[in-house]
């Protein structure tokens, strides 16, 4: 581990000394739990029809696929008009789209940026190497099998896919959120360990806790 | 009154050179630039230590993108690492494709046709239009002002098209093949490709008038962040940033490759080095480039082979050699180091994209004393692209 | 003084409608910034969506009391500004809770939100967020002064605090707004206006290519969603104060919605195509451009 | 000729090794370790080779050797040489260059991770560059077996057909080669 993350004592600009743990102090170690939707069936489809109608995608460029998210927010393709927008931040966004082939020490990002948002919460794998490693099937970098570390809702293939393909994806996804099966962020809290230990066996640098909310 | 800051608060240096930064101070905060972060070019990271608003250390992270496609290509033959070396670069893919084929011709000894040279040089002038408008929008939109980023990126897709109706995909072309080029020209390319020259002209005055005379854009870009021209050897440093310091350092002048020596075109250079004239000479550098698309449209062959006399592929050996093999591409020189060894594969490759030194050594030497706000203009001004880095 | 309770659900009327305009207003201007992009841009109802998905996110994080508190202040804010300030001119229903000081009242909510936000966002420890603040606080002090010497200037001009008696002196044609009978206030008061809406130049808080994306960056689900609402609401009452101030106030909701609409167009017009200042350059703007206006104003009042 | 020329020149002051004339204007050419520095000290300050564009190594496992390669260019003159350094591949060690080029130290951090060739006092050199947690020999060398790793530390898809490019051809196309 590294030094910074050890527990030790700090001396503040004040001269008071205090101990201080950043594994325990930035992060949370509760896991999640399965989160149900609300009790009246009719509550429930309103808001699914709001969360398919305001996709915040967070705006983490994971792979090659990156490029073609910015055709799609302007003039040609202008997915504004579906209600999909970008979000800075992961805390306000709910759809997570894994742009390409993840990298080990991306996946590490990608996982933690998954955590930090909030349930309901979608991910998107785009593009063959998601699927199955696709050209970079004999890589020793990179994840060949998206949905052993993540809960995927929606794979879009191509590599790599159009602009077109993505608006499609997406209104595929929506049709799944408004019928209620997108339930990934439930699937995580329930396999919680299986997706753990996956995890573990691929990033060997795991100086994260595990569950970083 | 001129403004000057106060420096005692900065932290001392020690005797190797390294910052004495004492983060339990409370004095500096860290700050994490990336890599999920809209101000960073790419999938990277820059770790920046901040004192009050300016930056007094910053350190470039990369490997998020790597996918270690020099080990890949060690066990693809010499025509399967084709489709996959496009891949190394998303903004401007057919690059590695050039310069991919020209190291392998050029060790394999195949003379290419002369009509599939002037078709490699238009399909490249292509791309670096693409990049650069991609980059007109970058550098605008990390100033905050995201209606360039919408128009140029229009005239990026419009572009784009022209790249589909040649090559039949949007973004990885596939299309510069060891030995020539995948294809002729469509029927009506020419006319097609005027409209779109006009199109991205049109586009380029309206970004001249709201991005380049607009006063605030001026005023955060005027004189920030020079790059010394000392440095340029020091560092590597090529491309356009080196030309907005005014050394003409351009590849395609220095040494010519492809159709480039009966092509009529000077090199763009700019003398103030900041981030103005650097967005500046990438701008009159895509003019340049729409002029030379113009050029060779006119002056290609009409007819004629696109593709050498190639041996069997699956059989191809190439016997011991080492070469490199360069080309300017929009952010600089980029270049394929390739050694073989007589059998089916290469034994090396190395990509030498220009970022590598732009992102790593010299951002971590130009970020300091940098203004938090301005990070991320400055890193988008460099133009860099980490796949370039770590493959 | 007799207070007629009457005023209370008469105030949450102005109150819905207003929440409702700034929602609709809100995507609308979002459209009209895409048009110059040359998109379409969002759906006009975009607004209640994200507002819906907010509510109805499951999850969310708090950390500590003045995290609750902060989108709750800010909210405060903004319909403290609307209520007690006159919306239609001469309407007994549409005057809300508005008294014979109200001025001052109105000048001290303008700010009450940005500094509840400021606990908030503090208490939630990320970094960007402490650097908005920062950056923030610092430009709307800038701001709020050239806003703060023009409606001294105005009051001068009147003798009165009173925004209904403000408002009164002003009717009876365009010529007696205080745009022709003040314009330096009013020039004052506009820049400050810029300054205070969170658009280019002046957006340096949010910065989403610095510091994504600024105060809000830790805020979730509900909290955003009292922050949504908001900012519905914020722009909103702000401009009434300075429709009401400036030009010649509103006598009916049509005209409320179309000066409104009107003055907001001016920061949206100067926004759409500029970069951002820095922080530090958009208060020397303010101090070089705008202070000296307000100050010129007062002096000739 | 040019590179010939500049080739005499060097040979008067170092025990070079042959001169590979790849084009008219690039050349490769060895030499030991030792007088790398000096060579790349004159080659920078007396003939104008003042631009590194590369540093890499090429990895001969069967010679049990790495080949550092030192590529400079001279932009005026429009030539490029490269140094070549041949290394044991065994406890591979070289000195830094980073004080003729700061560039070169980004290089040599990425060298002594991908090939395990160590530049004692580079700066950064031993800390992570692209890899995080690396567990395995650097994977660059050719004895790294990069689909087994793969194969071993990621789950594969069931049902995705892969051809690897070597056991196919050796099976379907010329079984009899080696």
Request: hydrophobic share 40%; net charge neutral; proline share 6%.
């Amino acid at each position: 581990m590294k030094p910074e993350l050890m527990k030790r004592m700090v001396k503040g600009p004040d001269g008071v000394e205090f101990e201080v743990e950043p594994m325990r102090d930035y992060y949370c170690d509760a896991p999640p739990t399965v989160q149900h939707g609300a009790y009246i069936k009719i509550v429930e489809d309103f808001f699914n029809w709001a969360r398919s109608q305001s996709l915040w995608i967070l705006g983490f460029g994971t792979g090659c696929g990156a490029i073609e998210m910015r055709p799609l927010m302007t003039p040609r393709f202008d997915a504004y008009r579906y209600g999909i927008q970008w979000r800075p931040t992961p805390r306000q966004a709910n759809l997570l789209v894994i742009s390409g082939y993840l990298s080990v020490k991306t996946l590490k990002r990608a996982i933690r940026a998954y955590e930090q948002m909030q349930n309901p919460k979608y991910v998107v794998g785009l593009g063959s190497c998601t699927i199955n490693g696709g050209m970079y099937w004999d890589s020793y970098n990179t994840i060949k099998c998206l949905d052993q570390y993540l809960p995927v809702d929606l794979y879009i293939t191509g590599c790599m896919p159009r602009p077109e393909a993505l608006l499609a994806g997406f209104e595929d996804l929506k049709k799944l959120i408004r019928a209620g099966q997108a339930e990934g962020a439930n699937q995580y809290a329930e396999r919680f360990d299986w997706y753990k230990a996956n995890q573990k066996q691929v990033i060997h640098d795991w100086d994260m806790p595990d569950y970083n909310w | 009154m001129a403004y000057t800051p106060d420096r005692s608060q900065y932290p001392a240096m020690k005797a190797d050179g390294s910052l004495d930064i004492d983060l339990a101070s409370g004095k500096y905060l860290k700050l994490w630039q990336g890599p999920n972060h809209p101000g960073i070019t790419g999938n990277m990271s820059v770790e920046l230590t901040v004192c009050g608003d300016e930056v007094v250390a910053g350190k470039t992270h990369v490997g998020y993108l790597h996918r270690g496609f020099e080990k890949l290509m060690e066990r693809r033959t010499f025509i399967q690492c084709f489709p996959i070396v496009c891949r190394i670069c998303v903004p401007e893919p057919d690059f590695n494709e050039y310069c991919y084929a020209a190291a392998v011709e050029e060790l394999a000894g195949i003379e290419v046709p002369e009509k599939a040279n002037w078709i490699r040089a238009l399909i490249l002038e292509m791309g670096r239009i693409n990049s650069y408008l991609m980059y007109l929008g970058g550098q605008a939109g990390a100033l905050g002002q995201g209606v360039i980023g919408q128009w140029t990126t229009y005239a990026r897709d419009l572009m784009l098209d022209r790249f589909e109706e040649l090559t039949g995909a949007r973004i990885y072309h596939m299309f510069i093949m060891p030995g020539g080029v995948r294809d002729h020209l469509p029927e009506g390319f020419q006319g097609r490709m005027q409209e779109t020259l006009k199109e991205v002209e049109c586009t380029l005055k309206d970004v001249w008038e709201v991005m380049f005379c607009n006063a605030v854009f001026k005023r955060r870009t005027v004189g920030m962040c020079v790059i010394d021209p000392a440095w340029l050897d020091e560092y590597g440093v090529t491309g356009p940033n080196a030309r907005a310091a005014g050394v003409a350092k351009d590849v395609r002048r220095d040494a010519p490759y492809l159709v480039y020596p009966e092509l009529d075109f000077e090199p763009v250079t700019g003398h103030d080095s900041d981030i103005y004239t650097r967005a500046d000479v990438r701008r009159r550098d895509l003019l340049m480039s729409v002029d030379l698309i113009r050029q060779i449209l006119a002056r290609m062959p009409k007819d004629g082979p696109i593709m050498a006399p190639m041996p069997s592929m699956l059989h191809w050996r190439i016997p011991r050699g080492e070469t490199y093999v360069r080309g300017e591409c929009s952010r600089g020189e980029y270049g394929y180091y390739l050694v073989t060894d007589g059998s089916g594969y290469p034994r090396r490759v190395n990509v030498r994209g220009p970022s590598y030194t732009h992102a790593m050594s010299l951002l971590e030497r130009m970020i300091v004393n940098v203004n938090i706000s301005d990070v991320a203009s400055l890193m988008v001004s460099l133009h860099t692209y980490p796949p370039e880095i770590e493959r | 003084m007799q207070f007629e309770w009457i005023k209370i659900p008469y105030a949450l009327l102005t109150l819905f409608i207003v929440v409702n305009y700034g929602m609709l207003l809100g995507a609308f201007i979002q459209k009209i910034g895409a048009r110059v992009g040359r998109r379409r841009g969002v759906p006009i109802w975009q607004n209640y969506a994200d507002l819906v998905k907010n509510f109805g996110l499951r999850t969310s994080i708090t950390h500590g009391v003045m995290f609750y508190l902060g989108p709750v202040f800010r909210l405060t804010g903004g319909i403290g500004l609307l209520l007690f300030v006159p919306t239609i001119y001469g309407s007994e229903m549409f005057s809300n809770l508005s008294f014979a000081g109200d001025l001052i009242l109105a000048l001290y909510f303008v700010f009450f939100g940005t500094l509840g936000m400021a606990l908030g966002a503090g208490e939630s420890g990320h970094p960007h967020a402490a650097i908005g603040i920062s950056r923030g606080l610092s430009q709307v002090t800038a701001a709020e002064l050239p806003l703060a010497l023009a409606v001294f200037s105005v009051a001068l001009q009147y003798q009165t605090l009173s925004i209904t008696d403000i408002v009164s002196a002003q009717q009876g044609g365009v010529l007696h707004w205080t745009l022709f009978t003040n314009p330096l206030a009013v020039a004052a008061a506009m820049l400050s206006f810029l300054g205070s809406m969170m658009r280019p130049p002046f957006d340096v808080v949010l910065a989403p290519q610095e510091i994504p994306i600024g105060p809000p960056t830790e805020y979730h689900s509900s909290y955003l969603a009292l922050m949504q609402t908001n900012r519905a609401i914020f722009p909103v009452a702000k401009i009434v104060v300075y429709m009401n101030l400036f030009f010649g106030g509103a006598a009916s909701w049509p005209v409320f919605f179309l000066k409104v609409f009107l003055i907001y167009m001016v920061s949206v017009f100067v926004g759409v195509a500029f970069p951002r200042f820095r922080v530090e350059q958009s208060i020397r703007w303010f101090l070089v451009w705008a202070v000296p206006l307000g100050i010129l104003s007062i002096l000739l009042a | 000729m040019d590179m010939r020329a500049l080739y005499d020149r060097l040979k008067a002051l170092y025990p070079l090794g042959e001169l590979t004339e790849q084009r008219a204007n690039l050349a490769f050419v060895t030499l030991p370790a030792e007088y790398l520095r000096p060579a790349l000290l004159h080659l920078r300050d007396l003939e104008g080779y003042r631009h590194l564009v590369l540093l890499t190594a090429v990895d001969w496992l069967e010679d049990g050797l790495f080949q550092l390669t030192y590529l400079l260019c001279n932009r005026s003159r429009n030539c490029d040489i490269g140094l070549r350094v041949m290394l044991p591949r065994e406890g591979a060690t070289m000195a830094s260059s980073h004080d003729i080029w700061p560039t070169a130290a980004v290089y040599q951090r990425e060298l002594r991770e991908m090939f395990g060739i160590d530049f004692p006092d580079s700066p950064g050199v031993d800390e992570e560059f692209i890899l995080e947690g690396w567990n395995d020999i650097p994977p660059y060398r050719r004895d790294f077996d990069t689909l087994k790793y793969a194969n071993d530390s990621f789950a594969q898809r069931a049902g995705r057909e892969t051809r690897d490019p070597e056991t196919h051809m050796k099976q379907q196309l010329y079984p009899d080669r080696d």
